[in-house]
C-alpha cells in the first residue's frame, strides 16, 4: 500500500491529490509527512434550498450511533411533559430516505454527527438549513468514539516506511507495534461489536432498572464506551 501511496507523489504519474477534509489532510501527513491540499464538498447536486414552511418542525437526522436511539427516547420523554413546547420534532429511522428539497422546509435539521466528513452535514449545510449540533465536548465523543467506527485504532497507527510521525502533545503514549503496512481490518470490526454489545446491555439494565440510582449508575456506565 504504502508503495503504491508514494508513487502517486512521482511527477511523471501527473496525479494531483486532495481530500475533503483538514482533519484527514492532517492524518495522511501524521501517516506519511506528505501534506495534502483539502476541498470542501459542496454537495450543489441537492437542487434545494431552504424553505422553512413547516416552520414548527425540527428534523432529527438518522445516525447509526446507537446514542442516537437514546437521545431520541430522552428527548421524546422531554417533550411528553412539555405539551406546550413550540416546536415538534420528527426523528429520521435509520433506513428511511427524505429528499433534501422536503428536509429544507423544515425550519432546522439536528444531527448527531458519527464521521468528521459527513456527506449529509456538507449537502444541508450547502442548502442553507440551520443545523443543530452537540457541544464541542460531545462533537469529540461522538467522532473519535473508539471502536464505534475503528477510529483511534490500528488502521491510523500505520506509518510509511521510513517516515517518523510528528510528536504530538496531547497524544495517548502508545507504542506503535504495527509498523507498516495494511492492518487486519477484522481488528476493528471486533472492537465495533463488541462495543455495540457492552452499550446495549447497559442501556437494556437502565430500562429494567427499579429505582433511579440504579439507571444513573447504569447511564454513566454507558457514557464511560463512548
Known sequence: FWQ??????????????????LILSEQIYYQSGKRLPYVRAHGLYTGASY???????????RSPLFAYATVGCALERFLEGMPSYPLKIRFVDESESIPYGHAARHRAVAMLPHDHAL?????????????????????YRLLYMRGQLSVGER???????????????????????????IPDAKWGVSAAKAARVAAVQTLQRIVKATDLETAQSMAKATLGLM
Open 4 to 21: 503504491n501511496f508514494a508513487l502517486l507523489f512521482d511527477p511523471a504519474e501527473k496525479v494531483v491529490l486532495a481530500t475533503n477534509n
Open 51 to 61: 424553505q422553512p414552511q413547516l416552520a414548527d418542525q425540527v428534523l432529527f437526522w
Open 119 to 139: 456527506m449529509s452535514f456538507y449537502e444541508l449545510y450547502s442548502v442553507g438549513i440551520p443545523l443543530l449540533l452537540p457541544a464541542a465536548e460531545w462533537m
Open 155 to 181: 488502521w491510523y497507527q500505520s506509518v510509511m516506511p521510513g517516515h517518523q510521525p510528528p510528536y504530538s502533545e496531547f497524544g495517548d503514549i502508545e507504542e506503535n507495534t504495527q509498523g507498516a503496512g
